[in-house]
């Protein structure tokens, strides 16, 4: 059996992007994906890059190091992704109020702009005048996530990762706080470290080797068209994005314990009316978000895939009707909407690489500092901000 120097459990975005990372600092790799078909948010999520909405010192400078990666990412992997820069228009309601809105974009690192009615829809020639009073809009970085995740698999292994299709079942644990390696559900497989990128499972995944996490998910539902002849310019989302709103009131320290017993919904869900098209012609349409602790809970397709029409609808009429198919995700996020990186608590060489909500901005520059660190005895300090433990 081959002792890696890394396994790395998930192969959605952001397991597969780390992965390629520490290969490419000339580490022994295994990535260990269950999924042929790629499949939850790394299949259904919009690819937007939201790389102007740094708050901090500490975001504003993972946005513009992600940016700068994104722009030249395709001759990197020698795979394109579909990287596009369009316009994001942040629809306005006639009756909100909007020096406030205004007043709470101040913080990000380029303030989107509010324009008239009448610009919004030279902008976007689809919407509908009469329901919005105008609209924000700042550029956006755009890729198409399938894409993005296959061109970094498909990168990793040719600089000699190891992809193998199995479901992680648990990890084996040794002595003295120390991690052997996972246990699949064909075989086992031994590393010096593992990094668990397993999203919105991840805190199922660790309580079953006692290990508790304070990291949550909502159920995000969305509507995917076929290729269609109607264009769409931009990525049309509301101005309150409420789905956020949502993520900090689900999440907490109060109502943690919720989340380890299926069958609650701490707050109730919402609903983002938003759109983005492809390259190839397809829509996404959504998006219904839900805080339910049970990752498996049933939901009510035709009803959610109604209430997305409608409300769509009302901002895009022409999108009301076309055909589509209702689909489901699961999203992670943490307490403070920051990822969860390094190592857990006291465990000496089993990292998190997950609890990233909105990723894309960051992830490509999180997973080049990760692997740059794993090869040198020194902590990123920029990292040490994102210690799992941060919240206790």
Not at 26 to 42: I, K, P
Not at 266 to 279: E, S, T
Request: proline residues 6%.
């Amino acid at each position: 059996m081959n002792k890696f120097d890394w396994i790395v459990v998930g192969g959605g975005i952001t397991g597969t992007a780390l992965a390629y990372e520490l290969a490419n600092q000339g580490l022994s790799v295994l990535l260990l994906e269950q999924d042929v078909t790629l499949q939850g948010a790394s299949r259904y999520g919009y690819g937007g890059i939201a790389y102007w909405a740094g708050t901090t010192e500490l975001t504003r400078q993972l946005c513009a190091e992600g940016i700068a990666i994104h722009r030249s990412l395709a001759d990197e992997l020698e795979s394109d992704p579909e990287f596009r820069e369009l316009d994001l228009v942040l629809t306005v309601p006639p009756d909100a109020d909007i020096p406030a809105i205004a007043q709470s974009y101040q913080a990000f690192a380029i303030p989107p702009q509010y324009v008239e009615r009448q610009q919004a829809c030279e902008l976007e020639p689809l919407l509908n005048p009469a329901a919005i009073s105008g609209a924000f809009t700042v550029r956006h970085g755009h890729v198409n996530l399938g894409k993005l995740v296959e061109a970094y698999r498909q990168a990793f292994i040719k600089r000699g990762g190891t992809l193998q299709i199995e479901t992680a079942m648990a990890v084996l644990e040794g002595d003295g706080k120390q991690v052997q390696g996972i246990q699949g559900r064909q075989n086992t497989y031994s590393a010096k470290n593992i990094a668990i990128c397993t999203g919105a499972l991840t805190r199922l995944f660790l309580r079953q080797a006692g290990i508790a996490i304070a990291q949550y998910f909502t159920h995000a539902e969305l509507i995917e068209t076929p290729p269609l002849d109607i264009k769409l310019r931009s990525l049309v989302m509301p101005a309150q994005t409420r789905r956020f709103q949502l993520e900090a009131r689900a999440s907490q320290a109060e109502i943690d314990s919720l989340w380890d017993h299926p069958g609650h919904e701490p707050v109730p869900a919402i609903l983002d009316a938003g759109a983005i098209q492809f390259l190839d012609g397809r829509m996404r349409l959504g998006q219904i978000s839900r805080a339910l602790t049970d990752p498996f809970a049933p939901l009510d397709a035709a009803a959610s895939e109604t209430a997305i029409r409608t409300q769509v609808g009302a901002i895009l009429p022409a999108l009301q009707d076309v055909p589509g198919t209702w689909h489901h995700c699961l999203i992670a996020f943490s307490r403070d909407s920051l990822p969860l990186i390094g190592p857990i608590a006291d465990w000496k060489n089993l990292h998190l690489f997950s609890g990233f909500s909105n990723p894309l901005a960051i992830v490509p520059a999180l997973a080049r500092r990760f692997a740059k660190q794993a090869t040198i005895a020194k902590t990123d300090p920029l990292l040490k901000q994102l210690l799992p433990n941060r919240f206790g």
